[in-house]
């Protein structure tokens, strides 16, 4: 039990385009998603936190209107970058708030390149 | 504010080897501490989780410990094998059950056989 279902493990971009990424939670009621980044070498920095309902918590330093952030229903959240630009290239990973769990549930992760 | 450290960032040692790898934090009042496995290109997968008022905890050939007031914990592996070769992670939680988590960089383990 407790699965995250992240989407797309790896994606490829051009520049100026934009990007979703999905996190579904598969067996349980995810009220608050976390999203995370990690570039090469660094550890990962959590970028927002989501309600769902309400609108995203951005850490300071993150756009807001470029990390355009839904989390419209208990099972899922999306993140969609902006107008990707190269340095955006990084890995993101969601983490879903499980209320019958002590620990948050992760998915997979995606890989995003911006070419 | 929080900063959570861990060393060393790199560790290469011989199958059977036992190791600890290190993870300091600046702020004690941490609610809750994990230590995360990640292969390369993968997703997080959680190995062990102490809660601040325990002092270890133990799943096969691992065992972490906790001492909340000096900021430190370890992550033992006892015989390590080829297929633990990963990055380890080390995260706190400074809220509740379920707030998000502060990292480390890492340590990336290689076991040779």
């Known amino acids: 039990g407790a699965v995250v279902s992240q989407h797309p493990s790896r994606v490829i971009c051009k520049s100026g385009t934009s990007v979703k990424i999905e996190c579904r939670s598969l067996?349980?009621?995810?009220?608050?998603m976390f999203w995370y980044r990690q570039f090469p070498k660094q550890s990962l920095m959590l970028m927002a936190t989501?309600?769902?309902?309400?609108?995203?918590?951005?850490e300071q330093g993150v756009e807001k209107d470029k990390f355009l952030i839904n989390h419209a229903s208990l099972t899922l959240s999306t993140l969609t970058v902006t107008s990707a630009h190269p340095e955006d290239s990084s890995f993101y990973i969601c983490?879903?708030?499980?209320?019958?769990?002590?620990?948050?549930?992760f998915g997979s992760g995606t890989r995003l390149t911006v070419v | 504010k929080q900063e959570v450290t861990q060393i060393p960032a790199a560790l290469s040692v011989p199958e059977g080897e036992n190791l600890v790898l290190n993870c300091s934090f600046t702020?004690?009042?941490?609610?809750?501490l994990q230590w995360f496995r990640q292969d390369p290109g993968k997703g997080l997968t959680s190995l062990l989780l102490?809660?601040?008022?325990?002092r270890e905890q133990t799943s096969g050939r691992l065992n972490a410990s906790l001492d909340k007031s000096s900021g430190r914990s370890t992550l033992y592996i006892a015989a390590s094998q080829p297929g633990d070769s990963a990055t380890y992670l080390c995260?706190?939680?400074?809220?509740?059950?379920?707030?998000?988590?502060?990292f480390g960089k890492g340590t990336t383990l290689s076991v040779s056989s």
């Open positions: 983490s879903a708030k499980n209320r019958d769990r002590p620990s948050n549930t």
């Open positions: 067996d349980f009621q995810a009220t608050t």
């Open positions: 989501s309600n769902e309902g309400s609108k995203a918590t951005y």
């Open positions: 702020d004690s009042a941490i609610y809750n």
């Open positions: 102490i809660q601040s008022s325990q």
């Open positions: 995260a706190v939680s400074l809220g509740q059950a379920g707030t998000a988590l502060i």
